[in-house]
Antibody, heavy 121, light 110 residues
Framework: EVQLVESGGGLVQPGGSLGLSCAASGFSFSDYWMHWVRQIPGKGLVWVSRINGDGSSTHYADSVRGRFTISRDNAKNILYLQMSSLRADDTAVYYC??????????????WGQGTMVTVSS | QSVLTQPPSASGTPGQRVTISCSGSSSNIGKNTVNWYQQFPETAPKLLIYGRNLRPSGVPDRFSGSKSGTSASLAISGLQSDDEADYYCAAWDDSLDGVVFGGGTKLTVL
């Protein structure tokens, strides 16, 4: 079964750090761009970051650049998002997603179930 | 404020055809393909349309996408009650060097 499963969410204080993981299964993980997208409950989708198949190319939204780091371990089929200097406005559900359809780098056809990150004192 | 502009709401009756618009600029929709997503409450989004009006396996052909200049549209024909959901457009933005989403359109089936 094709699947993405996020973990690592939770409550963290402002200024703190948190690491998210996304375990992939059922597809050729290393072949595809992977993305993180977040969503404040009840609000819209916001793109966070993406990484190419071999991890050599990364992109970030302006709001997280310099604070978040995306990476991947293709041997373990795991995508990561290391978040630091967290702020209250980083509070959201974080989804990992794969762009595995038709060679389109940004068409996110496989999504995880999401993990909630709450930044609060 | 989202980079791509969608109407916050849309509605239609069963069987009707509805369209949802998505307005952008020369750095995103004007240069890159538009992807459309469907999202039900408390669930992850689902890819509906990608590339030049392509549908992933399992997406019915009632859903179609089009683009003209810096605007795009999602059309849903033969509207069903199960189509009631939030719909988002998205595209790569060459200036921002990232993916941009629309603010989402809540579709109500009357």
């Amino acid at each position: 079964e094709v699947q993405l499963v996020e973990s690592g969410g939770g409550l963290v204080q402002p200024g703190g750090s948190l690491g998210l993981s996304c375990a992939a299964s059922g597809f050729s993980f290393s072949d595809y761009w992977m993305h993180w997208v977040r969503q404040i409950p009840g609000k819209g989708l916001v793109w966070v970051s993406r990484i190419n198949g071999d991890g050599s190319s990364t992109h970030y939204a302006d709001s997280v650049r310099g604070r978040f780091t995306i990476s991947r371990d293709n041997a373990k089929n795991i995508l990561y998002l290391q978040m630091s200097s967290l702020r209250a406005d980083d509070t959201a559900v974080y989804y990992c997603a794969s762009a595995s359809v038709g060679g389109a780098r940004n068409a996110l056809d496989i999504w995880g179930q999401g993990t909630m990150v709450t930044v609060s004192s | 404020q989202s980079v791509l502009t969608q109407p916050p709401s849309a509605s239609g009756t069963p069987g009707q055809r509805v369209t949802i618009s998505c307005s952008g600029s020369s750095s995103n929709i004007g240069k890159n393909t538009v992807n459309w997503y469907q999202q039900f409450p408390e669930t992850a989004p689902k890819l509906l349309i990608y590339g030049r009006n392509l549908r992933p396996s399992g997406v019915p052909d009632r859903f179609s996408g089009s683009k003209s200049g810096t605007s795009a549209s999602l059309a849903i024909s033969g509207l069903q009650s199960d189509d009631e959901a939030d719909y988002y457009c998205a595209a790569w933005d060459d200036s921002l060097d990232g993916v941009v989403f629309g603010g989402g359109t809540k579709l109500t089936v009357l």
